[in-house]
């Protein structure tokens, strides 16, 4: 097949990291290309590539450039993976006679309105969620046939061996990932780590928050309110997280919503325990107390509680560690992944392809 991905994203994130991977994988027996928007993100992909502007949903001149691709390229399947992207290479998909197979990441409860019925039913031949709870909140919310959602895991593909740990301040470290947003919950971190250590009086921890946002300053003000200014490390964008997780001893994940998040798994195989709020799929694969501990969005007594416990029981802390690696691994390998997405896009390809043979065969009425 020929395949082409588009990708609007201004920042790199865990869509971006998914998308990669994808692409890498199918690659080796297909042919992929990728349509982007910032270069930050367009430059780490190795397959041929295309930047485009992706301005809006009705940005004629991307439109027009990604028809062009699509014939020039004999492209038989268009993957777009941002909500921007959905409209531009629908329409694109529908003038050019070839599939649409949209990515969503993330549990989104959808108002049944004209809009998303053209953009889900209508523009869309297949979508592609990476949990089971994103799919049953869209057949919840929309009108949309149930073989039509393909639930297709992450794939990772990340060794520990391959990076050095970053220098370990402290003898307790947590790390978290994340655009610097409200969603991410990362107000809701710092007030647990202020309440853990300041009640069992903890001075030998630390806070290390990667990524970038409007959110910055803010946060940075909250940590200096709570007095744990200088426990809390934000290191802005990483194009390389990885040895600040192989550091530490926690991974902790405190959003409002996800999918199942790309950071967690990474989080997992590179050896650290899981602090998470039940964020979209995430209880599909892990078990409270066996694979990591959860926290309800927003109650910091129970976040401090569970960097207490894994803060005095290294032990389990290791063990609950080695599970949730153990279960990544299996569950999530590239292989698993390049399968099932090959498996679904040769579907629908094999359908369009069936409906034009079909067509051919007809005799017109005499």
Same mark, same amino acid.
């Given at each position: ?27 080796? @027996? @297909?042919? &992929?290309? &990728?349509?982007? +928007?910032?270069?930050? %993100? ?8 295309? !930047?485009?502007?992706?301005?809006? #949903? ?5 439109? &027009?450039?990604?028809?062009?691709? /699509? ?6 399947? /268009?993957?777009?993976?941002? !909500? ?22 993330? %549990?989104? $409860? ?36 149930? $073989?039509?959602?393909?639930? &297709? ?14 220098? +370990? ?21 710092? !007030? ?9 009086? /903890? ?59 790309? %950071? ?10 899981? /602090? ?6 995430? #209880?599909?694969?892990?078990? @409270?107390?066996? @694979? ?24 389990? +802390?290791?063990?609950?560690? #080695?599970?949730? !690696?153990?279960? %990544? ?27 034009? #043979? ?9």
């Amino acid at each position: 097949m020929n395949i082409l991905f588009t990708c609007s994203a201004k920042r790199w994130g865990g869509n971006e990291a998914w998308v990669l991977n994808a692409a890498d994988a199918l690659k080796e @027996h @297909h042919n &992929v290309l &990728v349509a982007y +928007r910032n270069e930050s %993100v367009g430059s780490r992909f190795k397959t041929m590539k295309y !930047r485009l502007p992706f301005m809006s #949903e009705g940005d004629l001149f991307t439109l &027009v450039r990604l028809v062009t691709i /699509i014939k020039k390229y004999n492209i038989d399947v /268009i993957i777009p993976t941002k !909500r921007k992207d959905y409209v531009l290479a629908g329409i694109a998909s529908r003038i050019s006679g070839i599939k649409n197979v949209l990515i969503l990441g993330i %549990v989104r $409860d959808l108002r049944r309105n004209t809009i998303n019925s053209l953009i889900y039913n209508h523009l869309a031949d297949g979508i592609m969620v990476n949990a089971r709870a994103i799919k049953d909140t869209l057949l919840q919310s929309l009108n949309i046939d149930y $073989d039509k959602i393909a639930v &297709v895991p992450n794939g990772l593909s990340l060794n520990a061996a391959s990076f050095s740990p970053a220098e +370990r301040k402290t003898g307790f470290g947590i790390t978290s990932i994340g655009e610097l947003s409200e969603r991410k919950g990362f107000d809701f971190l710092i !007030r647990g780590f202020a309440l853990f250590t300041e009640k069992y009086g /903890i001075t030998d921890a630390s806070l290390t928050i990667i990524g970038e946002g409007g959110q910055l300053g803010t946060l940075k003000t909250l940590a200096a309110s709570l007095g744990i200014g200088d426990m809390v490390m934000f290191t802005g964008f990483l194009t390389n997280p990885y040895p600040y997780l192989l550091s530490g001893s926690v991974f902790a994940l405190a959003s409002k919503n996800e999918g199942i998040p790309y %950071v967690t798994l990474e989080g997992a195989l590179l050896d650290n325990a899981i /602090i998470t709020t039940k964020a979209g799929g995430i #209880e599909e694969i892990f078990n @409270h107390g066996e @694979h990591c501990l959860f926290v309800r969005y927003n109650d910091v007594d129970t976040l401090a509680e569970c960097l207490l416990f894994l803060y005095k029981n290294p032990v389990e +802390r290791e063990k609950m560690a #080695e599970a949730a !690696r153990l279960v %990544v691994k299996q569950k999530f390998s590239i292989e698993k992944m390049t399968a099932d997405m090959t498996s679904f896009l040769s579907r629908l390809n094999s359908s369009n392809s069936l409906k034009t #043979e079909n067509q051919s065969d007809e005799q017109p009425c005499r």
